[in-house]
């Protein structure tokens, strides 16, 4: 049978936490033999923190009535035994809704009142203001409080046209898309801006976080939905109704909306619910099966999607399946198939990224490591010879040796003015870096597209200012670029020179690829202009409107450059802990001859007992190099489901 979603995350967070325990182990290894400098530790706490809370965020996207609600509890909540997530007929989601799990939490529903979009904040600032916030408390293990509880998100208000236009739901220019009005004349919008739900779950507990999004009237009011919190998703999961196909209002959201970020970090699928409806007793299988294959094949040509990533399903009979426990109802509904697709696309990809990640980490640890023990192998080697050439010799040579030794000590300790000059000129340059990803930068990038958003009435050359202003954030991370080739050709030219003067071996690192930066900023780019390309541009005319869409493009943009410091952060410790590591290492070796030759002159016959303690370290150095090359490779070694190797297997390993 078909692995389904929930096993397939289970295997994913086993992955992880497997990973976790080997790289913990890599690091304790390294740190009792003094082999993890401090740049190396963070890169280890980094990944380490990546692996424990890396999230897999889901977005399901629909218009009203697709049956988004009810797919969601068939995928992730059927092992309640009922429904969890309010689903029935008509408009059960009213806001954006998201459930993950945060331990430093208590289980509970949090709800954004919706007059908060009265206010300039952008969605994420409120998140930090939680006294803003309507708490409720869940228990976990009562399903029916549970869904009482989720039923808030169904809750609306009925205003006047007037504040409802002010909130964003209702348009005189689009009244087909406008929310329903009663008999008095009052509108009905939601009452919740937006609701967080925080529950242990054991799904949620992996690393899941789904998104559940209102209808098109919803989307379009709330930027962050379609510029920040969608595209950042792993994947998002379109649901129309296989009876309908694609509407004129599913295309709208498509176009708008969802249609390719041109970032690749997210995969899209289309889910055609709801074919049961299409199970017709006076049809026979195969005519039931050709009609639902049309239209997946209608459907995947009107959106420009290949055919493999629309799915054909029903969300109510699988739900159904699995409360009842009828495998036959299970395989009829198609959930499965849809459920293996989602796991292994999401789940395959972002595993192999964190691979990725780990291989890089664990080869940079090794080189380190490498160096650091070929610095010592070496000093030990050097330090043989020089004793060897002791035999036979009086106190006198041996006095006038240990001299020179520490007259090297000396000269090399007055050579510290050399190395605080490079950092000197390192440190200048990177000022220059983290001045221009800054906050301040930022704004001043930004400035001109928040003249024209400031300004009244419709902004015609929104798109252009749009242009110029991301122009100008690309030429920031050309400059950081420059400065980093900058940084590295003189740290290259004085590490030679270093490695020359005092056989260091000294290798200044690559610098971070900015590359990965811009393709973010493009793909930021093309959300906004995607998003006021159809019929927002309209709602530009609204100050508090601008003010949302202008924060919520900061807050982002510093995330990516926030994302980029901390890389050139890490490099920038890189080669100060190497440097570091390198000059501590040779102030021992001084300190090592110096304390054999001290012990020579107290004792006769010390000599071959100092040669022989050497050459026995510098055969524990051979052992220690396996052991490295052992516990690196496990890293390396991708594991199999279900074959992880034990934390109590990988410590008795590294203490071998």
Not at 256 to 279: C, M, P, Q, Y
Not at 307 to 326: D, F, N, T, W
Not at 608 to 625: A, G, M, Y
Request: a negative charge.
């Amino acid at each position: 049978m078909t692995e389904g979603f929930n096993e397939q995350l289970g295997r994913h967070d086993a992955w992880r936490r497997d990973m976790s325990a080997r790289l913990k182990t890599l690091s304790g290894w390294l740190k009792e033999r003094e082999l993890l400098d401090d740049s190396d530790a963070e890169r280890v706490q980094r990944l380490t923190e990546q692996l424990r809370s890396d999230k897999v965020t889901v977005a399901f996207v629909a218009e009203f009535s697709r049956g988004k609600s009810e797919l969601i509890n068939a995928v992730f909540f059927a092992g309640y035994g009922r429904r969890i997530m309010p689903a029935s007929a008509g408009r059960t989601t009213m806001c954006p809704t998201e459930l993950g799990y945060d331990a430093a939490l208590p289980p509970c529903l949090r709800l954004l009142p919706i007059e908060t979009r009265l206010e300039p904040q952008a969605l994420l600032e409120w998140r930090s203001v939680p006294e803003q916030w309507t708490r409720v408390d869940l228990d976990v293990n009562d399903p029916e409080q549970l869904a009482a509880a989720m039923e808030k998100v169904s809750e609306v208000l009925h205003v006047s046209k007037d504040a409802a236009r002010k909130l964003g739901f209702w348009h005189d220019d689009r009244v087909d898309d406008n929310p329903p009005v009663d008999a008095n004349g009052m509108v009905e919008v939601p009452r919740w801006r937006h609701a967080l739900i925080n529950m242990a779950h054991p799904l949620l507990k992996q690393g899941l976080v789904v998104l559940d999004t209102p209808g098109l009237n919803a989307i379009g009011a709330e930027p962050e939905l379609t510029i920040n919190l969608i595209p950042q998703a792993q994947a998002v999961v379109f649901i129309l109704g296989a009876d309908t196909g694609v509407t004129k209002s599913d295309l709208t959201i498509w176009r708008e909306h969802l249609a390719s970020t041109e970032d690749g970090t997210g995969v899209r699928f289309v889910v055609l619910n709801k074919i049961d409806t299409l199970w017709d007793e006076l049809s026979t299988q195969a005519q039931i099966e050709a009609q639902i294959q049309r239209q997946c094949v209608e459907t995947a040509k009107t959106l420009d999607l290949p055919p493999e990533q629309v799915i054909a399903l029903s969300a109510q009979k699988g739900l159904l399946a699995k409360v009842r426990g009828e495998s036959s109802l299970l395989e009829q509904s198609r959930l499965p198939s849809f459920e293996h697709v989602l796991g292994e696309q999401v789940l395959g990809t972002r595993q192999s990224m964190l691979e990725e990640a780990i291989a890089t980490s664990a080869n940079r640890l090794r080189a380190d490591a490498l160096r650091t023990l070929g610095l010592r192998k070496r000093e030990m080697t050097e330090q043989v010879l020089e004793l060897k050439g002791l035999r036979g010799k009086n106190h006198s040579v041996i006095r006038h040796m240990r001299s020179r030794i520490e007259r090297e000590k000396s000269d090399f300790d007055r050579s510290a003015a050399s190395v605080l000059a490079v950092r000197s000129v390192h440190m200048k340059l990177l000022r220059e870096v983290f001045k221009l990803l800054g906050n301040s930068s930022i704004k001043t990038q930004l400035a001109g597209l928040a003249t024209t958003l400031h300004e009244s009435g419709v902004k015609l050359g929104v798109k252009r200012a749009y242009a110029h202003s991301f122009d100008n954030l690309r030429a920031v991370v050309h400059q950081v670029q420059r400065l980093e080739a900058e940084i590295h050709t003189m740290l290259t030219a004085s590490f030679k020179q270093l490695n020359a003067e005092y056989g260091f071996s000294l290798q200044a690192a690559t610098p971070p690829d900015m590359e990965r930066y811009l393709h973010d900023l493009a793909a930021v780019e093309h959300s906004h202009l995607q998003y006021l390309g159809m019929g927002n541009m309209i709602q530009l005319a609204r100050p508090e409107f601008c003010e949302k869409l202008l924060r919520a493009l900061v807050a982002r943009v510093r995330s990516i450059f926030e994302t980029a410091l901390g890389e050139i952060e890490l490099w920038n410790k890189s080669s100060a802990s190497q440097l570091d590591a390198q000059l501590r290492e040779r102030r021992r070796a001084f300190g090592r001859r110096i304390e054999a030759i001290r012990r020579i002159q107290d004792a006769a016959g010390g000599l071959d007992t100092r040669i022989t303690e050497i050459n026995d370290q510098e055969s524990e150095l051979d052992d220690v190099l396996k052991r490295l090359d052992a516990l690196t490779a496990e890293l390396k070694t991708p594991a199999n489901a279900g074959d992880f190797a034990s934390t109590q297997s990988l410590r008795e390993a590294a203490l071998a």
